[in-house]
């Protein structure tokens, strides 16, 4: 089992900057020597929608279109604790930031995702 723990979300305005954490405790490398973690984030009525992933070990990291340039995920193996740096935010970025780990393979799709966070919510002012 792995526990995931979100923190740092809040209210924000436009243009302002955020680092959410998630502090990870269990068993975190799946059976395969590997794991995926991965940020995700969702509003009301819509899918759960993929922000960010990175693989241990290789340090492999993907981005969604959408945060591409303004979020950076990066981990802190000592702490056992993923990071995601938001920057110039936006009204759109506003939802639930949900934390995920994936024993089976790098995915973007929330399915893939063994054990999930509680969310931390994220408010962008216009």
């Known amino acids: 089992q792995v526990q995931l723990q979100e923190s740092g979300g809040r209210l924000v305005q436009t243009g302002g900057s955020l680092r959410l954490s998630c502090a990870a405790s269990?068993?975190?490398?799946?059976?395969?020597?590997?794991?995926?973690m991965g940020w995700f984030r969702q509003v009301p009525g819509k899918e759960r929608e993929f922000v960010a992933a990175?693989?241990?070990?290789?340090?492999?990291?993907e981005y969604a279109n959408s945060v591409k340039g303004r979020f950076t995920i990066s981990r802190d193996n000592t702490k056992n604790t993923l990071y995601l740096q938001m920057n110039t935010l936006e009204p759109g970025d506003t939802a639930v930031y949900y934390c995920?780990?994936?024993?089976?393979?790098?995915?973007?799709?929330?399915?893939?995702?063994?054990?999930w966070g509680q969310g931390t919510q994220v408010t962008v002012s216009s």
């Open positions: 990175i693989t241990w070990p290789g340090g492999h990291i």
């Open positions: 269990g068993r975190i490398i799946g059976s395969h020597g590997s794991y995926v």
């Open positions: 995920a780990v994936a024993h089976h393979g790098f995915s973007t799709v929330s399915p893939a995702y063994d054990y």
